[in-house]
C-alpha cells in the first residue's frame, strides 16, 4: 500500500531557498491586489461568484494540508466548514456577537474538533481514516439536520449577518469581496510562512517519508495531528466566512458529498501545491458557474472536463504545470 | 421477540442489496487497487439501459435487459478500464478515485437528462408475492436477492479456486509481477475483474430495481452503502464485502426500529467506527503491508 | 452549393431579423435541476416550459414573446443564490423558483432587495411569514391544507390515533410539524412519528414499527418515489389501517409506481391533474403529451407562476417588474379571466395563496375526488 506517499508529489513550500520563496509571496500579494480590484464593473453576480471562489479555496488549503502534507485521505472536511458556519451563523444571528469573535471562535472550535477527530488518524490508515472521517461528516450533518432547536434544521438558519468594518456593514458585494480578498491573503500567508518554518520543513519530510522522519527524530504523530486540525480550523474559517457570503445556511452544502467534491477540488487543482487550492477551487466553484451558458447539460461537460483533465494531468494542473516547466528548463539547459 | 426477528430478517433482505454492490467493488480494488465511487451509479444505470432500448428501439423486455447488460459491460467493464483506470492507475489511488467521482456525476446526470428524472417501474423477474418467515412477510423479490448475493459469493469462490483462469487471476491479484515471471496474461485477467465487476453490477440492477424503482439518483445511497460494506468486511476480501453489506443492513434496521428514525444513519456509523478503531484491517480482512 | 449555403444562410437571416428586431420579455428560471431536488425541480421547469410555449404561441403577453432561461440549483443554498443574482443581474422580469424551501430561504432577501417578485414552489409555513412583500407562493402552504386533515381523520375516519411517517427534508419536516399540531388540536394521539431519508430505498424496517404501533390510520407525508416505495412496504407488511396523505401521495406518478398498493388510500388534494375540473384536466393531458409523463402538483405550480405573471402584467398594462408583486398582492384571478390560471385563486397580502381543494380516495388505479373543500377565506 503505497498510496500515502504516491498522492504527494513535491512543492508545497519550496525546496530551493531563496529566489522562489520570494516568487510565491510576491504572487500572493500580486494576486490579493488583482482581485481586489477584478470585480469592478463585473455585476453582483460575478462578484459573488468570486468571493464564493475565494471561500472554497480557504476550505480547499485546509484539506490541502491534511491531504498534500500528511497525507491523510479527509472526508470531514465539508463537517468542518459546517461547524465554522454554524457556530459564526449562530454567535452573529442569534446571540448578536460581532463577526470577529465569532470567527475566532469557529477557528478554534474546529481546531479542537480536528484534534479529537484527527487522533483515530494515528490508529487506522488510508481507507479506514476516510470511513471513520465519512462517519463524521455524516454525524454532524445529521446533528445540523435533526436539532432544530438549535440549528434550524432542514429549514436553515436565515439572516446571518455580513461582518462590519470601521461601523459600517459590508452589505454590498463588493466591499465583502474586498473583505475576503484581504482575510483570503493573509490565510494563505500564514501556510506559506508555516511550510517555511522548522514546522514545515518537519511536515515535508514527513511527506517524504514518514519512517525516515520518524528515525530521525520527527514526532510523527504530533505533527500528523497538528497538520489535521490546522486544516480542520481552515475548513472551520471557510465556514466562518461562507455563512455572511450566502447569509443563510442550511445542512446541504456540509454533506458528505461535498466533502467529496472538495477532495476533488485539492486533486484537480494540484495536491500538495500551494497555489492548487484556488486552482482547484477555479475547477469546481467558477467553472460550472462559466458553464451555465451551455444549458442543460452544464454539470456533464463540467464533470467530463474534470475527468479529462485527470486522465491528462493525474497530479492535478499544477503538477502538469510543473512537469511541463521542467521539460523546458531540461532542453533549455540542454541546448545552451 | 417476533418483532425483533422481523427488524433483523428485512435488515438482511437489504443487506444483501449493499452486498451485492460491494462485491464488485472489493473485486476491483483487489485486482487494480481502484476505488470506484461511481459504484452505486453502476448498479444504477444497467435498469436505465433497459428502459431506453424499450423506448428507443421497442424490443421487449428481455432482448432489451441482454442489449442493455450488454451495452453496459462492454462501456463500464471493458471501456471504463481503457479510459480511464489504464491511464491513470500508475499515478496512485487518489486522482483515479476522483475520476471515479466525475464519471459519477456523468452517468447520473447523463441518466437524467437523457431518460428521465422521474421514478420509473422496472418488471420484475419473479413474482410480487410475499412468503411469511417467522411471522415476517418477505418479498419473493427479496429471497431471490439474498440468493443471488450468496451464489455470485460461491460462484466466485469456485471460479477464483477451482479454474485455471481464476487461479491465474488470484495470482494478478496477490502478485502481478510474479505473475507475469509466471506466464500468466496479467492484464487479461485484470481485464476479467472488471467485466465481471460490470456484469454483477448489471445483475445487481436487475434485481433492484423493480423494488427500488429505476431512478437516475439511486446510485448515491447504493454506493454510499456498498462502499460502507466492503470498508467493514476488510476491503480486500469478496466474502467480507458479503459479511459487511449484511451488518450494515441489520444495524440500519435495529436503528430505525430502536433508536432513532432520525438518526438511524448514525448507528450503524458509530458502531462501525468502533468495530474499525478496535479491529483496524477490517471484521476478515487481511493486514494490508506497508511500504516504506 | 456555395451558393446554395450562402442563399439558405441569407435566407434564414431574413427569417430570423423580425424575431429578433421584436422585443422580448425575458424570464428566468431557477430551479433544481439536479441534487436531491432534482425531480421537483424538472417538473416546475416542465410546467413553466409548457406555459410559455402556450402564451408564445398565441402571441405572448401583450405581443411580445416570453425569453425563458433555466437555472440549475444543484439545490444548495450557494448556488441558489448566485444563480438568483444572476437572474436579476441578466433583468429578469421575474425571478421563478426555487422550490425547495432551502434554496428560497437562501435567495428570497436578493429578490426583495431588487424588488422583484418571486415566484416558488416551496410549501413550508415560514417562507410567507417573514414579511417579505415579494414572495409569491403556488400552491397552498402546509398550515391551509393540515387543518382539512386533521378534521377528516376524527370525523371520517373516526381516528384516535395516527402514526405520521414523513421523509426529513423541510417539505416533510414542515408537514409533520404541521400535521402533529393539528392532530392535538383534534384530540388523536400520534402513537408512531416516523421519520425517514430522502432517497431512503426500503421501508420494511418502518413499515414493522408502524404496524407494531397499532394505530387507527396512517398518515404518510413522503415524496413521490418514497411514497411508492412505502405504501408496497406497508401492504407487504400487512398494514391494513387506512392510509392517509396530502396531495402527492394520491398523486399519478405514485399510483402508477406503486401499483395495487396505492388503492384504498385517501387524502387532501390541493392540486391535481385529476380534479374534476376541465382546465386541469385539459393540462393534465397538454403535459403529458408534451412530456410523455403525468404531471405532479410541481409541473401545475410552475404553469400556474408563469401565466400569474401574464395576469399581472395585463391587469397593470406594462411591463413593470415592482408593478407585478403590487398587482398581485391581494388580487384574485379567476379562470373566466385568466383560463392558464386552472382554478379561482386568491392571493394573500402575505404571499400566501387560498383555493378550493380536493378530497380523493385511490380506486382501482384512479384517483377519484370524494368532495371539493371551499376555500378557507371568505
Redesign the interface.
Known amino acids: 500500500m503505497t498510496a500515502e506517499t504516491d498522492t504527494a508529489p513535491a512543492a508545497l513550500a519550496v525546496r530551493r531557498p531563496g529566489g522562489r520563496i520570494d516568487a510565491a509571496l510576491v504572487t500572493i500579494l500580486a494576486g490579493a491586489l488583482i482581485l481586489w480590484f477584478a470585480p469592478v464593473g463585473m455585476?453582483?453576480?460575478?462578484t459573488?461568484?468570486l468571493t464564493?471562489w475565494l471561500v472554497m479555496a480557504i476550505a480547499v488549503m485546509g484539506l490541502n494540508l491534511t491531504l498534500g502534507v500528511a497525507g491523510l485521505k479527509s472526508l470531514a472536511q465539508a463537517a468542518f466548514m459546517g461547524i465554522g458556519a454554524y457556530a459564526t451563523g449562530l454567535l452573529t444571528a442569534k446571540m448578536g456577537l460581532s463577526w470577529y469573535p465569532a470567527f475566532a471562535i469557529s477557528a478554534v472550535a474546529t481546531f479542537a474538533v480536528g484534534l479529537v477527530v484527527g487522533f483515530p488518524a494515528l490508529r487506522v490508515k488510508a481507507h479506514y481514516l476516510a470511513f471513520v472521517t465519512l462517519a463524521f461528516t455524516s454525524l454532524v450533518w445529521l446533528f445540523l439536520?435533526?436539532e432544530?432547536w438549535l440549528t434550524g434544521?432542514?429549514?436553515?438558519l436565515?439572516?446571518i449577518p455580513r461582518p462590519t468594518l470601521l461601523g459600517t456593514r459590508l452589505d454590498d458585494a463588493l466591499s465583502f469581496h474586498r473583505f475576503v480578498v484581504v482575510v483570503t491573503a493573509a490565510l494563505t500567508l500564514m501556510i506559506w510562512w508555516l511550510m517555511r518554518s522548522p514546522w514545515g520543513r518537519a511536515f515535508l519530510a514527513l511527506r517524504e517519508n514518514p519512517v525516515r522522519a520518524a528515525s530521525l527524530g520527527v514526532d510523527v504523530r504530533a505533527y500528523t495531528l497538528l497538520a489535521f486540525a490546522i486544516g480542520s480550523a481552515y475548513g472551520g474559517m471557510a465556514g466562518a466566512l461562507?455563512a455572511p457570503?450566502?447569509?443563510?445556511?442550511?445542512p446541504?452544502?456540509f454533506a458528505i458529498s461535498a466533502s467529496f467534491f472538495l477532495l476533488l477540488m485539492v486533486v484537480a487543482g494540484g495536491s500538495g501545491y500551494l497555489f492548487g487550492p484556488f486552482i482547484g477551487a477555479l475547477l469546481g466553484v467558477v467553472l460550472p458557474?462559466w458553464l451555465?451558458f451551455t444549458?442543460?447539460l452544464?454539470?456533464i461537460i463540467f464533470a467530463a472536463i474534470v475527468l479529462l483533465l485527470l486522465i491528462v494531468c493525474p497530479k492535478g494542473v499544477l503538477g502538469l504545470a510543473e512537469q511541463a516547466l521542467g521539460a523546458v528548463v531540461r532542453r533549455f539547459r540542454r541546448t545552451s | 421477540m417476533s418483532?425483533f426477528l422481523?427488524?433483523l430478517i428485512?435488515?438482511i433482505?437489504?443487506g444483501s442489496?449493499y452486498a451485492l454492490a460491494a462485491i464488485g467493488f472489493t473485486l476491483v480494488w483487489q485486482t487494480s487497487q481502484t476505488i470506484n465511487f461511481a459504484q452505486g451509479e453502476f448498479v444504477m444505470l444497467p435498469a436505465i439501459l433497459v428502459l431506453l432500448a424499450v423506448k428507443l428501439l421497442g424490443v421487449p423486455i428481455p432482448v432489451a435487459v441482454l442489449i442493455g447488460a450488454a451495452a453496459f459491460v462492454l462501456i463500464f467493464g471493458v471501456g471504463f478500464k481503457r479510459a480511464i483506470v489504464d491511464p491513470m492507475l500508475p499515478h496512485g489511488v487518489l486522482p483515479l478515485a476522483i475520476a471515479t467521482m466525475s464519471l459519477a456525476i456523468i452517468m447520473k446526470?447523463g441518466a437524467?437528462d437523457g431518460f428521465?428524472?422521474?421514478?420509473?417501474?422496472f418488471p420484475s423477474p419473479f413474482a410480487a408475492d410475499?412468503v411469511s418467515i417467522l411471522g415476517?412477510?418477505v418479498?419473493v423479490q427479496f429471497i431471490m436477492i439474498i440468493v443471488v448475493a450468496f451464489a455470485s459469493i460461491a460462484a466466485l469462490q469456485w471460479f477464483v479456486t477451482r479454474t485455471r483462469t481464476g487461479r491465474q487471476m488470484q495470482a494478478a491479484a496477490q502478485n502481478p509481477n510474479v505473475a507475469r515471471i509466471l506466464g500468466i496474461p496479467v492484464e487479461r485477467m485484470v481485464m476479467l475483474t472488471f467485466i465481471i465487476n460490470a456484469a454483477l453490477a448489471a445483475l445487481a440492477s436487475f434485481l433492484?430495481s423493480p423494488?427500488?424503482?429505476a431512478?437516475?439518483?439511486?446510485g448515491?445511497?447504493?454506493g454510499l452503502f456498498a462502499f460502507i460494506a466492503a470498508i467493514v468486511g476488510g476491503f480486500n476480501q469478496v466474502r467480507g464485502a458479503l459479511l459487511g453489506g449484511i451488518l450494515v443492513g441489520i444495524f440500519?434496521?435495529l436503528a430505525?426500529?430502536y433508536v432513532?428514525?432520525?438518526y438511524?444513519?448514525a448507528v450503524p456509523l458509530a458502531l462501525l467506527v468502533l468495530i474499525i478503531l478496535l479491529k483496524p484491517e477490517g471484521l476478515i480482512g487481511r493486514k494490508e503491508e506497508r511500504h516504506v | 452549393m456555395r451558393n446554395w449555403i450562402i442563399g439558405s444562410a441569407l435566407a434564414a437571416l431574413a427569417l430570423a431579423s423580425p424575431v429578433a428586431a421584436q422585443e422580448k420579455v425575458k424570464l428566468i428560471n431557477v430551479s433544481e435541476?439536479?441534487?436531491?431536488g432534482?425531480?421537483a425541480g424538472?417538473?416546475w421547469k416542465n410546467g413553466i416550459d409548457l406555459a410559455v410555449a402556450e402564451i408564445n404561441a398565441k402571441g405572448g403577453i401583450m405581443g411580445r414573446q416570453i425569453e425563458i432561461v433555466?437555472?440549475?440549483t444543484?439545490?444548495?443554498?450557494?448556488n441558489t443564490?448566485?444563480?438568483v443574482?444572476?437572474a436579476?443581474?441578466?433583468g429578469t422580469y421575474a425571478v421563478l423558483g426555487p422550490v425547495f424551501?432551502?434554496p428560497i430561504?437562501?435567495s428570497m432577501?436578493i429578490a426583495q432587495r431588487a424588488e422583484i417578485a418571486q415566484f416558488v414552489g416551496g410549501e413550508?409555513a415560514?417562507l410567507t411569514q417573514?414579511g417579505n412583500p415579494y414572495i409569491f407562493r403556488t400552491s397552498l402552504s402546509q398550515t391551509a391544507a393540515m387543518p382539512k386533515l386533521a378534521k377528516a381523520l376524527a370525523t371520517d375516519v373516526k381516528a384516535k390515533s395516527v402514526a405520521v411517517v414523513w421523509v426529513?427534508?423541510?417539505f416533510g419536516?414542515?408537514g409533520r410539524d404541521a400535521i402533529n399540531a393539528e392532530l392535538a388540536k383534534v384530540g388523536i394521539k400520534v402513537v408512531a412519528d416516523?421519520?425517514?431519508?430522502q432517497?431512503?430505498?426500503?421501508f420494511?424496517?418502518?413499515a414493522?414499527?408502524i404496524k407494531?404501533a397499532n394505530p387507527d390510520a396512517v398518515f404518510a407525508y413522503l415524496n413521490?418515489?418514497e411514497s411508492?416505495?412505502f405504501l408496497?412496504a406497508a401492504r407487504?407488511?400487512?398494514i391494513d389501517k387506512p392510509i392517509w396523505g396530502e396531495t402527492t401521495l394520491l398523486g399519478a406518478?405514485v399510483i402508477?409506481?406503486a401499483?395495487d398498493a396505492a388503492n384504498g388510500v385517501k387524502g387532501h388534494v390541493g392540486l391535481s391533474v385529476d380534479a374534476p375540473m376541465n382546465p386541469l384536466r385539459d393540462f393534465g393531458r397538454k403535459f403529458r403529451e408534451r412530456f410523455n409523463?403525468p404531471s405532479d402538483h410541481n409541473g401545475i405550480k410552475g404553469y400556474n407562476a408563469v401565466y400569474m405573471i401574464k395576469w399581472a402584467t395585463e391587469k397593470q398594462k406594462k411591463f413593470d417588474k415592482k408593478g407585478v408583486a403590487d398587482t398581485l398582492r391581494g388580487a384574485t384571478i379567476k379562470v373566466s379571466e385568466e383560463p392558464g390560471i386552472l382554478m379561482d385563486t386568491t392571493i394573500l397580502k402575505n404571499g400566501d395563496i387560498d383555493r378550493e381543494s380536493f378530497l380523493a380516495e385511490v380506486k382501482a388505479g384512479k384517483q377519484e375526488i370524494v368532495a371539493v373543500l371551499p376555500p378557507v377565506g371568505p
Open positions: 455585476g453582483r453576480y460575478g459573488y461568484v464564493l439536520r435533526n432544530q434544521g432542514t429549514f436553515g436565515p439572516n461562507y457570503l450566502v447569509e443563510f445556511i442550511d446541504s452544502p458557474e451555465r444549458g442543460g452544464y454539470l | 418483532e422481523a427488524y428485512v435488515g433482505a437489504t442489496i446526470e437524467k428521465s428524472a422521474e421514478a420509473q417501474s410475499t415476517t412477510a418479498s433492484i423494488i427500488y424503482l431512478k437516475f439518483s439511486n448515491e445511497t447504493i440500519d434496521s430505525a426500529a432513532s428514525t432520525s438511524r444513519l | 435541476l439536479s441534487g436531491a432534482a425531480t424538472t417538473n433555466h437555472y440549475d444543484q439545490t444548495n443554498p450557494a443564490r448566485a444563480a443574482q444572476r436579476i443581474d441578466e424551501s432551502g430561504g437562501a432577501q413550508a415560514n417573514q426529513n427534508n423541510d419536516k414542515g416516523v421519520s425517514t431519508e432517497g431512503q430505498a426500503d420494511a424496517a418502518d414493522i414499527k407494531n413521490e418515489e411508492a416505495r408496497r407487504q407488511q400487512g406518478k402508477e409506481l401499483g409523463y
